[in-house]
Protein backbone atom coordinates (compact mmCIF):
# COMPACT_ATOMS: atom_id res chain seq x y z
CA UNK A 1 0.00 0.00 0.00
CA UNK A 2 1.40 3.29 -0.87
CA UNK A 3 2.17 6.19 1.59
CA UNK A 4 -0.10 8.60 1.12
CA UNK A 5 0.15 12.46 2.17
CA UNK A 6 -3.42 14.09 1.49
CA UNK A 7 -2.98 17.68 1.06
CA UNK A 8 -6.61 19.81 0.57
CA UNK A 9 -6.09 22.82 -1.21
CA UNK A 10 -8.26 25.70 -2.61
CA UNK A 11 -5.65 26.23 -5.49
CA UNK A 12 -4.81 22.59 -6.24
CA UNK A 13 -2.51 22.80 -9.38
CA UNK A 14 -0.52 25.67 -7.61
CA UNK A 15 -0.17 23.59 -4.79
CA UNK A 16 1.26 20.09 -6.70
CA UNK A 17 3.26 22.39 -8.74
CA UNK A 18 4.80 23.79 -5.72
CA UNK A 19 5.16 20.34 -4.08
CA UNK A 20 6.63 18.53 -7.83
CA UNK A 21 9.34 21.62 -8.08
CA UNK A 22 10.05 20.64 -4.33
CA UNK A 23 10.80 17.20 -5.24
CA UNK A 24 12.36 17.76 -8.34
CA UNK A 25 15.09 20.50 -6.39
CA UNK A 26 15.40 17.37 -3.76
CA UNK A 27 16.31 14.98 -7.03
CA UNK A 28 18.90 17.57 -8.57
CA UNK A 29 20.60 18.48 -5.14
CA UNK A 30 21.08 14.34 -4.45
CA UNK A 31 21.91 13.18 -7.79
CA UNK A 32 22.70 16.40 -10.51
CA UNK A 33 19.39 14.91 -12.67
CA UNK A 34 15.72 14.57 -12.91
CA UNK A 35 13.70 11.80 -14.52
CA UNK A 36 10.30 13.11 -14.73
CA UNK A 37 7.22 11.75 -16.24
CA UNK A 38 3.97 13.27 -16.79
CA UNK A 39 0.75 13.15 -17.71
CA UNK A 40 -2.07 15.10 -20.14
CA UNK A 41 -5.16 16.64 -19.44
CA UNK A 42 -5.76 19.30 -16.68
CA UNK A 43 -3.34 18.23 -14.69
CA UNK A 44 -0.66 19.95 -16.80
CA UNK A 45 -1.44 22.92 -15.04
CA UNK A 46 0.40 21.51 -12.17
CA UNK A 47 3.55 21.35 -14.34
CA UNK A 48 3.08 24.95 -15.46
CA UNK A 49 2.82 26.15 -11.59
CA UNK A 50 6.18 24.37 -11.08
CA UNK A 51 8.19 25.30 -13.54
CA UNK A 52 7.72 28.83 -12.31
CA UNK A 53 10.05 27.35 -9.13
CA UNK A 54 12.77 26.20 -11.25
CA UNK A 55 15.41 27.35 -12.52
CA UNK A 56 17.37 26.99 -16.27
CA UNK A 57 19.73 24.67 -14.82
CA UNK A 58 17.44 22.43 -12.80
CA UNK A 59 15.01 22.19 -16.73
CA UNK A 60 18.60 21.77 -18.25
CA UNK A 61 19.03 18.67 -16.03
CA UNK A 62 15.65 17.01 -16.84
CA UNK A 63 14.66 13.74 -18.38
CA UNK A 64 10.71 14.37 -19.25
CA UNK A 65 8.89 11.46 -20.87
CA UNK A 66 4.46 11.09 -21.02
CA UNK A 67 2.87 8.65 -18.82
CA UNK A 68 0.58 7.62 -21.34
CA UNK A 69 -0.12 8.84 -24.87
CA UNK A 70 -2.88 8.31 -27.17
CA UNK A 71 -1.72 6.51 -30.75
CA UNK A 72 -3.03 10.02 -32.79
CA UNK A 73 -0.49 13.14 -34.71
CA UNK A 74 0.71 14.91 -32.40
CA UNK A 75 -1.60 18.08 -33.62
CA UNK A 76 -4.18 15.77 -32.69
CA UNK A 77 -6.41 17.39 -29.39
CA UNK A 78 -6.31 13.96 -28.02
CA UNK A 79 -2.42 14.45 -28.16
CA UNK A 80 -0.91 14.70 -24.06
CA UNK A 81 2.43 15.63 -25.88
CA UNK A 82 0.50 17.93 -28.50
CA UNK A 83 -1.73 19.22 -25.45
CA UNK A 84 1.23 20.34 -23.69
CA UNK A 85 3.30 22.74 -26.32
CA UNK A 86 -0.02 23.62 -27.60
CA UNK A 87 -0.68 25.29 -24.00
CA UNK A 88 2.98 26.62 -23.99
CA UNK A 89 3.71 24.89 -20.96
CA UNK A 90 6.79 23.31 -22.99
CA UNK A 91 8.60 25.38 -25.32
CA UNK A 92 10.89 24.06 -28.24
CA UNK A 93 12.87 27.18 -27.66
CA UNK A 94 13.13 25.79 -23.54
CA UNK A 95 13.44 22.42 -24.11
CA UNK A 96 14.27 20.22 -21.20
CA UNK A 97 17.28 18.61 -20.89
CA UNK A 98 15.58 15.05 -22.96
CA UNK A 99 12.76 14.15 -24.00
CA UNK A 100 11.18 11.18 -24.74
CA UNK A 101 7.64 11.04 -27.16
CA UNK A 102 5.72 7.71 -26.60
CA UNK A 103 5.20 7.50 -30.00
CA UNK A 104 6.54 9.24 -33.36
CA UNK A 105 4.78 9.94 -36.13
CA UNK A 106 4.33 6.90 -38.41
CA UNK A 107 4.79 4.22 -35.52
CA UNK A 108 3.17 1.45 -35.16
CA UNK A 109 2.76 0.20 -31.37
CA UNK A 110 5.03 -2.59 -32.07
CA UNK A 111 7.89 -0.09 -33.14
CA UNK A 112 7.10 2.50 -30.27
CA UNK A 113 7.08 -0.12 -27.11
CA UNK A 114 10.72 -1.43 -28.81
CA UNK A 115 12.34 2.20 -28.76
CA UNK A 116 10.47 3.43 -25.91
CA UNK A 117 11.92 0.33 -23.93
CA UNK A 118 15.17 0.81 -25.13
CA UNK A 119 15.03 4.65 -24.19
CA UNK A 120 14.21 3.85 -20.30
CA UNK A 121 16.59 1.43 -20.38
CA UNK A 122 19.64 3.56 -22.03
CA UNK A 123 18.25 7.08 -21.61
CA UNK A 124 16.57 6.67 -18.35
CA UNK A 125 18.99 3.98 -16.62
CA UNK A 126 15.60 1.53 -15.87
CA UNK A 127 13.94 3.90 -13.79
CA UNK A 128 11.93 7.36 -12.50
CA UNK A 129 12.60 10.14 -9.77
CA UNK A 130 9.16 12.08 -9.88
CA UNK A 131 5.98 11.28 -10.90
CA UNK A 132 3.24 14.01 -11.75
CA UNK A 133 -0.22 12.32 -12.23
CA UNK A 134 -3.71 12.86 -12.82
CA UNK A 135 -6.80 10.28 -11.54
CA UNK A 136 -9.94 9.50 -13.50
CA UNK A 137 -13.11 9.09 -11.84
CA UNK A 138 -12.71 5.49 -12.38
CA UNK A 139 -9.68 5.57 -10.33
CA UNK A 140 -7.19 5.01 -13.56
CA UNK A 141 -4.01 6.76 -13.66
CA UNK A 142 -1.79 6.89 -16.79
CA UNK A 143 -3.35 4.73 -18.99
CA UNK A 144 -4.17 1.57 -16.49
CA UNK A 145 -7.59 1.09 -15.67
CA UNK A 146 -8.92 -0.62 -12.49
CA UNK A 147 -10.46 -4.24 -13.81
CA UNK A 148 -8.28 -4.40 -16.65
CA UNK A 149 -5.14 -6.53 -17.43
CA UNK A 150 -1.65 -4.77 -16.26
CA UNK A 151 1.53 -6.09 -18.02
CA UNK A 152 3.83 -7.41 -15.24
CA UNK A 153 7.49 -6.80 -15.34
CA UNK A 154 9.98 -6.67 -16.44
CA UNK A 155 8.10 -4.61 -18.95
CA UNK A 156 8.58 -0.73 -18.55
CA UNK A 157 6.03 0.05 -21.36
CA UNK A 158 2.64 -1.69 -22.57
CA UNK A 159 0.26 -1.05 -25.39
CA UNK A 160 -3.38 -0.45 -24.08
CA UNK A 161 -5.27 -1.66 -27.47
CA UNK A 162 -9.20 -1.44 -26.06
CA UNK A 163 -9.45 1.67 -23.78
CA UNK A 164 -12.19 1.80 -21.71
CA UNK A 165 -11.98 5.64 -22.89
CA UNK A 166 -11.46 6.94 -26.27
CA UNK A 167 -9.18 7.03 -28.20
CA UNK A 168 -9.07 3.12 -27.91
CA UNK A 169 -5.24 2.84 -28.91
CA UNK A 170 -2.44 4.00 -26.19
CA UNK A 171 0.65 3.22 -24.42
CA UNK A 172 1.04 3.35 -21.23
CA UNK A 173 3.44 3.23 -18.79
CA UNK A 174 3.58 -0.47 -16.51
CA UNK A 175 2.43 0.15 -12.83
CA UNK A 176 5.71 -1.61 -12.15
CA UNK A 177 8.10 0.94 -13.96
CA UNK A 178 5.67 3.88 -12.18
CA UNK A 179 6.33 2.30 -8.76
CA UNK A 180 10.19 2.44 -9.70
CA UNK A 181 10.07 6.26 -9.07
CA UNK A 182 10.21 7.27 -4.91
CA UNK A 183 7.98 10.20 -4.99
CA UNK A 184 4.81 11.31 -6.61
CA UNK A 185 2.44 13.89 -6.97
CA UNK A 186 -1.28 12.77 -7.69
CA UNK A 187 -3.89 15.40 -8.52
CA UNK A 188 -7.70 14.63 -7.56
CA UNK A 189 -10.31 17.51 -8.46
CA UNK A 190 -13.53 17.53 -8.35
CA UNK A 191 -16.34 15.65 -6.63
CA UNK A 192 -16.73 13.00 -9.25
CA UNK A 193 -13.79 11.71 -7.90
CA UNK A 194 -14.53 11.72 -4.54
CA UNK A 195 -15.46 7.85 -4.54
CA UNK A 196 -11.93 7.47 -6.19
CA UNK A 197 -9.97 9.03 -3.85
CA UNK A 198 -11.70 7.61 -0.71
CA UNK A 199 -10.73 4.05 -2.91
CA UNK A 200 -7.01 5.20 -3.28
CA UNK A 201 -6.93 6.36 0.49
CA UNK A 202 -8.48 3.01 1.65
CA UNK A 203 -5.89 1.19 0.01
CA UNK A 204 -7.76 -0.53 -2.71
CA UNK A 205 -5.44 -2.97 -4.41
CA UNK A 206 -7.54 -2.66 -7.61
CA UNK A 207 -6.51 0.75 -8.11
CA UNK A 208 -3.47 1.29 -9.45
CA UNK A 209 -2.02 4.48 -7.69
CA UNK A 210 -1.75 2.06 -4.32
CA UNK A 211 1.06 0.02 -5.47
CA UNK A 212 3.04 3.37 -5.62
CA UNK A 213 5.32 3.39 -2.65
CA UNK A 214 5.16 7.44 -1.93
CA UNK A 215 2.46 9.60 -2.96
CA UNK A 216 1.42 13.47 -2.15
CA UNK A 217 -2.21 13.64 -2.87
CA UNK A 218 -3.75 17.27 -3.81
CA UNK A 219 -7.01 17.70 -4.09
CA UNK A 220 -9.84 20.46 -3.77
CA UNK A 221 -11.86 18.17 -1.86
CA UNK A 222 -12.80 18.46 1.73
Not at 2 to 8: F, H, N, T, V
Not at 110 to 125: G, N
Request: glycine content about 8%; some cysteine.
Amino acid sequence: MAEIKLLRSREPFREAGRRLARQMWLCHEQQGAVRLAIPGGSVLAALAAARKFLDAELWARTQLTWVDERRVPLEHPDSNRGEAYRQHILDPGDPPGAELPLFLEGEDPAQACRRVEAALEKDFDGGLDVLLLGMGEDGHIASLFPGCPWTPPPARVELVEHSPKPPSERLSLTQSFLASAPDAVLVVTGESKREALRRLLAGDPLLPASALPRLVVVTDLN
